[in-house]
């Protein structure tokens, strides 16, 4: 079974902790070792924004301001491999290709940002449709995919699933509201719609919750199911 996992920043490196990306690195390790093809794509988390309003307050360009979020994605890459076994790319993929062919030698490719203008839950999913990944899962700091934006509305309701143009419709007035996070950026809906890559949503806290998703497809977050496609083999095996 092919994975790709995008770690939020928020997640892997809120501050930087050698435990928290320890255990990542421990799961993804897990999950290899289960027989899965893996690829993983990594935020900037709270050392990315101390750069950006930093260099906001600067004067920087949005541009400018991009590419340091992105310089910060590869150092956590970086951190991330440091922690992973020989299984690993010994350093962050420069490009899809390039994080492909590592793949396909039965490497973990490990990504971080890739261009201004987007973040790296659109290299997740560039990654997955390039290594024709049968799940994609995002490890972020919401619980799951919710009809608005739960933390300006108390009635917020979470989806069980739902669809890829469902979730650009839900994505899209969330990325219109300065100051609002969707669970995954607008772009990333987008591209999982026009690729039709099965997804799930869910809390990365516990990095455990990615191996029970990954391997049995069992979660408390949000399913992304394309019209037409099925439960990977895999889940079906271990229920
Ligand atoms: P993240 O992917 O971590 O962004 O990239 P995020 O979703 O805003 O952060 P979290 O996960 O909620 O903490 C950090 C920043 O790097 C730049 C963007 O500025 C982004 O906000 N970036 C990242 C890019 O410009 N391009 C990329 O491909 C990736």
Request: glycine share 10%.
């Amino acid at each position: 079974m092919r994975v790709v996992v995008s770690i939020g920043g928020s997640v892997l490196a809120p501050e930087l902790d050698p435990e928290r990306v320890a255990a990542y690195a421990d799961a993804v390790e897990r999950l290899a070792a289960e027989g899965c093809e893996i690829g993983v794509v990594v935020g900037g988390g709270g050392v990315a924004r101390e750069y950006i309003t930093t260099a906001r307050e600067l004067g920087g360009d949005e541009v400018e301001l991009d590419e340091l979020g992105i310089g910060t994605t590869r150092l956590n890459a970086r951190l991330l491999i440091a922690a992973l076994d020989e299984t690993a790319a010994p350093a962050p993929a420069r490009g899809y290709d390039e994080a492909t062919t590592a793949f396909r030698r039965g490497e973990v490719p490990v990504m971080g940002g890739m261009s201004p203008g987007q973040t790296t839950d659109a290299v997740a999913v560039a990654l997955a449709e390039s290594v024709d990944a049968d799940l994609l899962v995002f490890a972020t700091s919401a619980d799951g995919v919710y009809d608005v934006d739960p933390n300006r509305h108390d009635d917020a309701t979470r989806f069980e699933s739902l669809s890829p143009a469902e979730l650009v419709d839900v994505v899209l007035p969330m990325s219109r509201d300065a100051g609002s996070s969707a669970p995954v950026d607008l772009l990333a809906a987008k591209l999982i719609d026009r690729a039709g890559i099965r997804s799930i949503v869910l809390d990365g806290t516990d990095p455990d919750a990615v191996v029970d998703a990954a391997l049995r497809g069992t979660h408390t977050g949000t399913n992304v199911i394309p019209e037409g496609s099925t439960e990977p083999a895999r889940w079906t095996e271990e229920r």
